[in-house]
């Protein structure tokens, strides 16, 4: 089960909606082994595509410099989709390269709704989640 503040699922829709039509893409970074959401890190979707997302290499590798430096690791790798469900494609289940990481989709498809869904991807297996949304910290 993904558990997330209020806060961290405002700012998770807020940046799908306003990258849309194009994907939105991100990671929630928490304390080391954790499993806690705590600092959101948008970042800037390289392919600048509506169907396809990608992190820029330099932007990742500055990312993967702080999470080090911070001991942290990404909690959660999220990424919009903004003409289908909020379902791993099979792109995004090939890329998945974190097993401890909570992979969020939320579906921009709908203009008044959102769709926000949690899977765990591990060896090509996608697992969907519960997500619990707390007021205050996690």
Same mark, same amino acid.
């Given at each position: 089960?993904?558990?997330?503040?209020?806060?961290?699922?405002?700012?998770?829709?807020?940046?799908?909606?306003?990258?849309?039509?194009?994907?939105?893409? *991100?990671?929630?970074? *928490?304390?080391? *082994?954790?499993?806690?959401?705590?600092?959101?890190?948008?970042?800037?979707?390289?392919?600048?595509?509506?169907?396809?997302?990608?992190?820029?290499?330099?932007?990742?590798?500055?990312?993967?410099?702080?999470?080090?430096?911070?001991?942290?690791?990404?909690?959660?790798?999220?990424?919009?989709?903004?003409?289908?469900?909020?379902?791993?494609?099979?792109?995004?289940?090939?890329?998945?390269?974190?097993?401890?990481?909570?992979?969020?989709? +939320?579906?921009?498809?709908?203009?008044?709704?959102?769709?926000?869904?949690?899977?765990?991807?591990?060896?090509?297996?996608?697992?969907?989640?519960? +997500?619990?949304?707390?007021?205050?910290?996690?």
């Amino acid at each position: 089960m993904l558990t997330l503040s209020q806060a961290t699922y405002d700012a998770l829709v807020a940046h799908a909606r306003r990258d849309h039509p194009d994907e939105a893409c *991100g990671v929630v970074a *928490g304390p080391e *082994g954790s499993d806690r959401p705590v600092r959101v890190v948008e970042m800037l979707n390289a392919a600048r595509s509506p169907t396809f997302y990608e992190f820029d290499s330099s932007d990742l590798l500055q990312l993967y410099k702080q999470l080090d430096a911070n001991d942290e690791e990404p909690v959660i790798v999220y990424h919009s989709h903004t003409a289908t469900e909020a379902y791993p494609s099979r792109t995004d289940i090939a890329y998945a390269s974190e097993p401890n990481a909570h992979y969020v989709l +939320v579906s921009t498809r709908e203009p008044d709704s959102v769709e926000f869904r949690s899977f765990r991807i591990i060896d090509g297996v996608v697992t969907e989640e519960d +997500v619990t949304v707390v007021d205050g910290d996690v």
